[in-house]
């Protein structure tokens, strides 16, 4: 299990011998540090003074003093950069609730376990935090006005991740992921400052003056020389707030020389409705203009469905966390599935991203998913790399170049 055993992990749990049974179960799973907590009060005083060495939190709901709920209420509203497990003995709906809950307090949950926890549960919703460990460092690092300044220096550069044709193996394009190349600490990844950025409305100003444009320049480069790709691009909720925001998209990408239609907007599924209205006369302004638009980490939202068709959207991208563990999880499995189908029949191409491995993509396949995008088939790399990854794709008779 990597990475587990670098994590410190608090067990928040009034019962003490449940709390015991948990603290065992991640000694045996390799987990480097544990801390306990009897009650919602004594895990915020850890949290408030140990943060952010405290990568995982194990929480209860009912216990004395403060409760579950109310610790996340407290935990996410201090941006505590803790990702958090919620263990109870309530059905099921319940504990979906307060993980929608926990969600909306901006708590990063990886998951609900009803108790009692087991080895294989437990260990597979620690594994989901190891991409996170990489947030919780980097993200401290920077302040607002650093990250800005960047911004104004041009230091950011768009990287490109491949997404092949399940079945031919076939480039098809590439999705755009921010990398600032810093000055003094080199290669910085989005986790570092989108969020900074995203809360105060700049995001705006990076997605759409920076990287929108050198996106839609790069695919207009290839095209040029005769690549029938697309290419995706991140669009942040926050700036479709904006009414003007669909027109000021359509001028750069046409600006920089690249029909819409070439271009795949991709929108976060969390997000979607907030603001109900200005969002939709944005989604609906841009998918006019030719823009593809993507449901993007699908399945990590709670967006019902009805919200979901709101929008027209044209893709559908399952997140990583179903996808990578889909051939040893049936319930990811189920999930990965069941979306697949669902967009067939509301006739949205499908991507799955977070494909590591030869087994799940062998899954994808069968189960009709159209798209594949993930380290297995490469990771994200600036534009000379996608170039020569192109060609030895196209050179290959489209084997994926391992
Ligand atoms: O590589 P990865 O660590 O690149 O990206 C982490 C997250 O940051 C992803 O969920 C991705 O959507 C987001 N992200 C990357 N680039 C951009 C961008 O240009 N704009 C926005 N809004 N989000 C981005
Ligand atoms: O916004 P979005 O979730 O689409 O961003 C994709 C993120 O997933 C990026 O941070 C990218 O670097 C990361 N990523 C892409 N492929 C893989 C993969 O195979 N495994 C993992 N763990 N992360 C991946
Ligand atoms: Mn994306």
């Known amino acids: 299990m990597p990475g587990v055993n670098n994590l410190i992990v608090l067990v928040v749990e009034d019962d003490d011998f449940q709390r015991l049974t948990l603290v065992q179960m991640l000694r045996v799973l390799g987990v480097q540090e544990v801390l306990e907590a009897g ?20 929480c209860d709901l009912e216990m004395p003093n403060m409760d579950g709920m109310e610790l996340l209420r407290h935990a996410g509203q201090a941006q505590n950069p803790a990702s958090v497990i919620i ?8 504990l979906d609730s307060v993980g929608v809950m926990a969600r909306a307090y901006g708590i990063n949950l990886l998951g609900v376990i009803k108790k009692p926890a087991t080895l294989k549960n437990l260990g597979s919703l620690l594994d989901r935090h190891v991409p996170l460990k990489r947030k919780d460092v980097d993200a401290l690092k920077f302040t607002l006005s650093e990250v800005l300044q960047g911004v104004s220096d041009k230091q950011f550069e768009p990287f490109f991740q491949p997404k092949l044709d399940s079945k031919t193996e076939k480039l098809l394009g590439a999705e755009v992921l921010a990398r600032w190349y810093h000055p003094e600490h080199g290669l910085v990844y ?10 105060d409305d700049h995001i705006v100003g990076l997605t759409m003056l920076l990287l929108l444009e050198k996106a839609a320049a790069a695919c207009r480069t290839w095209r040029e020389r005769g690549l029938d790709l697309t290419v ?16 000021q998209i359509t001028d750069v990408v046409r600006l920089a020389g690249l029909d819409p239609r070439h271009m795949i907007l991709e929108i976060t599924e969390t ?38 068709m709101r929008v027209p959207f044209t893709e559908l991208k399952i997140d990583q966390g ?14 990965v599935e069941s979306s697949i189908a669902m967009a067939r029949r509301l006739g949205l191409k499908t991507v799955a991203e977070g494909v590591e491995g030869q087994a799940e993509w062998d899954i994808l ?37 391992k």
């Open 39 to 58: 009650d919602g009060q004594q895990a915020l005083a850890l949290l408030s003074s140990l943060s952010p060495l405290i990568s995982v939190v194990i």
């Open 271 to 308: 997000m979607i409705m907030q603001e109900v209205g200005p969002a939709l006369e944005n989604l609906a302004r841009l998918r006019m203009r030719g823009f593809g638009l993507s449901v993007d980490d699908y399945g990590t939202g709670y967006s019902g469905l009805q919200q979901l």
């Open 190 to 199: 989005p986790y570092a400052f989108i969020p900074q950025l995203e809360k």
């Open 232 to 247: 995706s691009v991140n669009i942040s909720l926050a700036s479709l707030n904006d009414t003007s925001i669909a027109d």
């Open 87 to 94: 263990s109870s003995s309530k059905d099921q709906a319940l």
């Open 322 to 335: 179903f996808v990578t563990d889909c051939s040893t999880n049936a319930a990811s499995r189920t999930v």
């Open 365 to 401: 396949k069968a189960a009709g998913c159209d798209m594949v995008q993930g380290y297995f088939i490469a990771k994200p790399m600036d534009n000379l790399m996608f170039l020569n990854f192109w060609a030895a794709n196209n050179a290959n008779g489209n084997s994926h170049g």
